[in-house]
């Protein structure tokens, strides 16, 4: 699900920028570092406002010349919830599961969370689940996943999902 | 029905039988007792006073029973002869009446005659069956056989056996068939007609009759009843307790583990002896089983009747000690503990010889409870350890036999050397031991007997006394559980996890829960309720209820009846003994007990009862605690690493560089080798790769997957798709492509400081324009490269040599002198000869150098020269700065931050760092690049005139800073600009500044350019220092101070203090800087302050 989230954060800014458009530096840099970025609760999509940024005044952290500013911002923020339906594409898939990808969140769909009427056929190239109909999945397969449980780490997520029900599977 | 029902119940059969009927709790209390009084006599079968006194008290009864028979068939005589209006109190009066007359006795008859309670509405409905159909069949077929027929006592055959209802059922024929009776009747009873119409009345009311009054009358009938038989129950259970009056119980101490022989003995005894003339004077013997070990009971009227009872009984000691026992305690005795139970399918453990501690499943359980029959996964060596030179007695057989007792003698027992446990295989067993294999039934063809031992489906199938056996808290494992179930011929698991679960649920003391547990009662009465256990006491968990009726409530459970309860997708942890331990995973499904889940680390999906688990904290653990973690890379031996692909609890699992695995102890482990992050290696074409970096191996099985280790020309891979060794495969470096490059490492060189080209504003403002650092000077005119001879740098036809005979902007074609061939490469790749001093510089230097030549500087030049081969080192490097060497500042920049190394160094050096420069310079191009370094420090005397050098140079460049000495004049302005134009720049640049500026484009500046680039970067070198080392502050400070500050700085200062003096000349720059100063000041607050830096400068 979507949020737009304050955040803060702290920047450190090398002598080289001080200077007229050290507010524009320490944007630049906010971005830089932050969007894209996972914190192990949410992934960090976009940030926003960038004109109403709060910046502090710049302190010079002393022993190293570089200069620290608290920089307030407002992020559109994505995290992935358990139970949450979202719609993936398949990494990759072996005998025991499927590998897909939410977005940047790595998900796991184990071959208990697959209906037992879609089967694992190792002969097919590649090597995909099938139903032998209409239901093919293999590497690039559009799925719709329920989250059944998701773990973080430090700055990355992992997820575990479920097609084992109406309306989830392929797309 | 009603009366009518009635009436056939006392007539009926039905009646008969439950009146019979031993079983039911609502018989009376006597009939209560005359049961239990019968059991006791099963057990006892002694004939001590009490039970003679009982029998007779029984035949009491009975008689009672037949004169309330009798009278109940007069008064239902009585009753039929009356009309149906009277008929039912008549009942209830009969009913009455024989309460008080036969008490308790008749509270039986009463209960026989009408039903239960429980089986009341089967009743109502039979008996209105019966009404309709079954009775006046009977009878009809009855009376009319009277009336027509003599026959006397024809016994209907339904009929036979009912001697209790002879009372009712005789009547009739005796009414009928006997004159005397006659009279006893009403008038016309033997009248057969009249009962019909009777009965046909009935019936009739009977259905006419609304249900509600039926019920009515049915609740008055039977209402009354259960209030009495509940009574009856209660009762008995008092009236039972062993009293005074009773026999008493010794206890005798006897062998231990003989109990149950001596009782049966004793038990044999009496049976024996009963009725003869001399009985057993002893009532009934027992053991306590397991509880009192080394006591039988003996229950008798004296204690002399034990002594004589126990006579010649082998393994009891009568005479040692007899212990009464006191009358409280007496039913205690008999209370039943229930005794564990082996049931076939349950999985005991043995405790000594051979097999001591494995796991066995029980195939079958003797009747006496003393054996049993198990299934166990033979250890056997099919003769593979046999000395083959050992003598052979009598044909091997009696070798055979001295061969295993001495192995016994050795210990066979000993875990060390036992064979491992492996299913019975007659192919290995026919190898050497053919001549003690013995198939045992022809159609069945896994029923084997070998070395006297019997094996089926590959299972050892031996009897052990249950003594022998551990069958509390075995805890199999599902490990070794899955052994027993290899079993099946298709090859399909059949593990009967119910037993497992059953066998585990006995060993519940290990089962632990902790507050926080999410439980679930599975059994007993609270059924289904789940929660959260707030707090555990010895077997009892209390739960805060969260769902359901009781939501909310608090309830104490017993651990029993519990178990852990998870939800797909829950992140749990391996606590119990499985194999598994200490993995953690997130749970993809759940079935009863056991629960799958996916592991983290190994990304492999595992199975474990829930009671193993437990919920983890929902961050991701590292798995194993211990010294090693997975990922590790481990020295095994001085020639040998490996990479840790799984940790257990005692031993850790390594694929080493051959990518061979083994399982090996943390103590095989000399060390484990940190990962060295900037450790460097060369794919196979030739490109460097590092830690992290994804790759692809060429050929061989195509392994790709991210570095973790790069151990001389080994990679550990990790691949996460990949199932086998937890995803971690190992290459040759020189097997491998480059995929991709983590953060398509280009800049930085294993450079740890910071990133100067994002860090230099002035660059980034070049990114701005739109070229990320800038073009060569384009020069015109005729290209200097043709016709020159090359040397080719770079690339497939590295080190040859060619001539020049075409050029465009960026390439060039050459054609090589040795395979008399043109190829095109680019003209960054190729080598020139330096017209002056012969050495190899690149094309734009050798473009370049000439145009300056050309410029007329030749005092510069000559310096130029000096400085050439000071940087070349740096060109050589390879670096394209080069061409920004020529542009200005930039490349100069470009040069340090990309090269990075010494080289860049020196470059800035030149300036700051001039030592090299110096070095150079005076050694005229020496080529020594550190040790220029080096000496620089020294040199930084020297400086001076190398700063002279610069001065002369300022002209060009970068001087600016110097330019204020030299030619001040032209330079300022390039400088000015700078200056204005990139304020920022400055701060930290500052002395740079000036070098910027060229690049921002002060066009004026360019003319003069390489030069300029060459002092710019010298000034720049503080952009250098960072570098680096990003100890940038002094720098800074260098810039405002004005260079001079180089005194300030840290160690490098020195040089610059050296040089500061001359040049810097900053002055000229200062003055841009305060501008700058000014503006800004606000944005950064500057430790530094102007006044030290105008101190310095003037004082400079």
């Known amino acids: ?171 | 029905m009603s009366s009518a029902a009635l009436l056939d119940q006392d007539f009926g059969s039905e009646s008969e039988d439950d009146n019979f009927n031993p079983a039911p709790a609502e018989d009376s209390d006597n009939d209560a007792a005359g049961d239990s009084d019968e059991e006791v006599n099963v057990r006892t079968n002694g004939n001590g006073a009490e039970q003679r006194r009982r029998p007779s008290e029984q035949q009491a009864h009975d008689d009672d029973e037949d004169d309330d028979n009798d009278a109940e068939g007069s008064f239902a005589n009585g009753r039929q002869s009356n009309g149906h209006g009277t008929r039912v109190s008549a009942d209830e009066e009969d009913e009455g009446t024989k309460g008080n007359g036969a008490g308790r006795l008749n509270a039986t008859e009463n209960g026989g005659d009408d039903e239960d309670e429980d089986e009341e509405e089967e009743e109502e409905e039979e008996d209105e069956e019966e009404a309709i159909s079954g009775r006046p069949r009977k009878r009809a077929r009855r009376d009319p056989r009277n009336q027509f027929l003599d026959v006397e006592a024809e016994v209907d055959e339904e009929d036979e056996g009912d001697e209790e209802d002879e009372g009712d059922q005789a009547d009739p024929f005796i009414a009928e068939t006997h004159p005397d009776d006659v009279a006893d009747l009403p008038d016309g009873a033997e009248t057969d007609d009249r009962r019909h119409r009777e009965l046909d009345r009935q019936r009739e009311r009977a259905q006419q009759m609304d249900a509600e009054k039926q019920a009515q009358l049915l609740r008055e009938k039977y209402g009354r009843r259960t209030a009495t038989n509940a009574d009856a129950v209660t009762v008995p259970k008092r009236l039972l307790l062993p009293s005074v009056d009773d026999p008493s119980i010794w206890g005798v101490k006897c062998k231990q583990g003989k109990e149950r022989e001596i009782v049966f003995a004793l038990t044999k005894r009496i049976e024996e002896r009963a009725g003869t003339k001399n009985p057993m004077p002893v009532i009934s013997a027992f053991e306590r089983g397991g509880t009192m070990i080394g006591y039988i009971y003996i229950e008798a009227r004296r204690q002399a009747d034990i002594h004589t009872a126990l006579e010649g009984i082998m393994n009891v000691y009568p005479r040692t000690s007899i212990v009464m026992v006191p009358i409280k305690e007496m039913p205690d005795l008999l209370r039943v503990t229930k005794s564990e139970s082996l049931v076939p399918g349950g999985y005991v453990r043995i405790k000594r010889g051979k097999y001591a501690g494995d796991l066995a499943q029980i195939d079958e359980v003797e009747t006496n409870g003393l054996m049993a029959s198990l299934r166990i996964v033979p250890r056997l060596d099919y003769g593979q350890a046999e000395d083959n030179n050992a003598p052979m007695v009598d044909g091997g057989i009696r070798g055979e036999a001295q061969k295993r007792k001495r192995q016994n003698a050795v210990g066979l027992n000993n875990p060390a050397t036992r064979p491992p446990p492996r299913l019975f295989s007659d192919v290995e067993a026919k190898k050497k031991h053919l001549k003690f294999l013995q198939q045992m039934s022809t159609f069945d063809k896994k029923h084997w007997q070998y070395m006297g031992d019997t094996y089926i489906s590959g299972f050892l199938i031996k009897d052990f006394r249950i003594q022998h056996l551990t069958t509390e808290n075995v805890n199999p494992t599902l490990e070794e559980v899955t052994r027993f179930t290899a079993g099946a011929e298709d090859g399909t698991e059949n593990l009967d996890l119910s037993a497992l679960a059953a066998t585990l649920k006995k060993g519940t003391s290990n089962e632990n829960y902790l507050p926080g547990d999410m439980v679930e009662v599975y059994e007993g009465e609270q059924q289904g309720v789940s929660g959260k256990a707030v707090a555990v006491r010895g077997d009892i968990v209390t739960i805060a209820v969260i769902d359901g009726e009781l939501r909310g409530q608090n309830i104490e459970v017993p651990v029993k009846g519990l178990r852990k309860r998870f939800k797909e997708g829950d992140h749990v942890k391996v606590i119990g003994g499985s194999r598994y331990r200490d993995e953690v995973g997130m749970v993809v499904s759940i079935k009863n007990d056991t629960v799958t889940l996916l592991s983290d680390l190994s990304m492999q999906e595992i199975t474990v009862f829930s009671k193993d688990l437990r919920e983890a904290s929902d961050t991701g653990v590292a798995g194993g605690l211990g010294r090693y973690d997975i990922h590790d890379l481990v020295q095994l031996d001085p020639a040998t690493v490996g990479c840790v692909t799984k940790v257990d609890r005692e031993s850790l699992r390594v694929l080493d560089q051959n990518g061979s695995t083994r399982s090996i102890m943390p103590s095989q482990i000399s060390n484990k080798i940190e990962k060295r992050r900037h450790a460097v290696a060369t794919d196979r074409n030739g490109s460097e790769i590092r830690t992290d970096d994804t790759v692809r191996e060429i050929g061989g099985e195509s392994k790709q997957g991210v570095i973790l280790h790069i151990y001389r020309s080994f990679l550990f891979l990790h691949n996460r798709e990949q199932t086998e060794n937890s995803g971690i495969s190992v290459v040759r470096a020189s097997n491998v492509a480059t995929v991709a490059a983590k953060g398509g490492r280009v800049a930085h060189g294993g450079n740890t400081g910071p990133d100067l080209n994002k860090m230099n504003p002035a660059l980034m403002r070049n990114g701005v324009n739109g070229n990320g650092a800038m073009a060569p000077p384009k020069t015109f005119g005729r290209d200097r490269a043709l016709d020159q001879t090359v040397t080719i740098r770079k690339g497939p036809y590295k080190g040859l040599l060619g001539i020049v005979k075409d050029t465009t902007d960026l390439e060039a074609r050459v054609e090589l002198h040795t395979k008399g061939k043109t190829i095109t490469v680019p003209k960054d790749t190729l080598g020139f000869k330096d017209p002056l001093t012969g050495q190899s510089i690149d094309y734009t230097r050798f473009a370049g150098t000439r145009g300056r030549g050309g410029g007329g500087r030749g005092g510069y030049a000559g310096n130029m020269g000096g400085a050439t081969p000071g940087r070349e080192p740096q060109w050589q490097g390879g670096r394209t700065p080069v061409p920004m060497a020529t542009g200005g500042r930039t490349p100069a920049w470009g040069a340090g931050g990309s090269s990075a190394r010494t080289p860049a160094w020196s470059a800035n050096a030149s300036t700051a760092r001039t030592p090299m420069w110096r070095q150079d310079a005076v050694s005229s191009n020496g080529g020594g690049r550190t040790p220029a370094y080096n000496a620089g420090a020294d040199g930084s005397r020297t400086v001076n005139p190398y700063a002279d050098g610069s001065r002369t140079v300022n002209p060009y460049g970068g001087s600016t800073s110097y330019g204020g000495a030299a030619g001040g004049g032209s330079r300022t302005p390039a400088w000015n600009p700078t200056a204005t134009s990139s304020s920022y720049t400055h701060d930290p640049f500052s002395s740079r500044t000036p070098a910027h500026e060229p690049s921002s484009g002060r066009t004026p500046a360019p003319s003069y350019p390489t030069p300029q680039d060459l002092r710019p970067y010298d000034a720049p070198t503080p952009g250098k220092d960072f570098t680096t080392a990003p100890t940038p502050a002094a720098h800074p400070s260098n810039g405002y101070a004005g260079s001079t500050p180089a005194a300030i700085g840290g160690a490098p200062t020195p040089k610059f203090s050296g040089d500061a003096p001359t040049p810097f000349s900053g002055q000229p720059e200062t003055p841009g800087w305060r501008g700058e100063a000014d503006d800004e000041p606000s944005d950064v607050t500057f430790p530094i302050q102007q006044g030290r830096f105008l101190s310095t400068i003037f004082g400079s």
């Open chain 1, 1 to 171: 699900m979507y949020f737009l989230h304050d955040m803060e954060r702290t920047i450190t800014l090398h002598p080289s920028f001080f200077g007229p458009r050290v507010k524009e530096y320490i944007r630049g840099r906010l971005m830089e570092d932050v969007e894209g970025t996972c914190t192990g609760q949410f992934y960090i999509i976009c940030v926003m406002d960038t004109d109403t940024q709060d910046f502090s005044e710049g302190r010079v952290v002393p022993g190293s010349a570089v200069a620290e500013y608290t920089v307030h911002y407002r992020a559109v923020v994505w995290r992935p919830f358990k139970g949450e339906t979202v719609d993936a594409i398949v990494s990759s898939v072996n005998r025991e599961g499927i590998f897909a990808d939410v977005g940047p969140l790595p998900t796991f769909v184990s071959k208990h969370m697959i209906p037992s009427d879609i089967k694992w056929d190792p002969n097919a190239t590649p090597p995909q689940f099938t139903d032998n109909g209409d239901q093919v999945i293999e590497k690039g397969t559009h799925l719709r996943i329920k989250i059944m449980g998701t773990r973080s780490d430090v700055g990355s997520m992992f997820a575990i999902g479920s097609i084992k029900e109406d309306f989830l599977g392929t797309l």
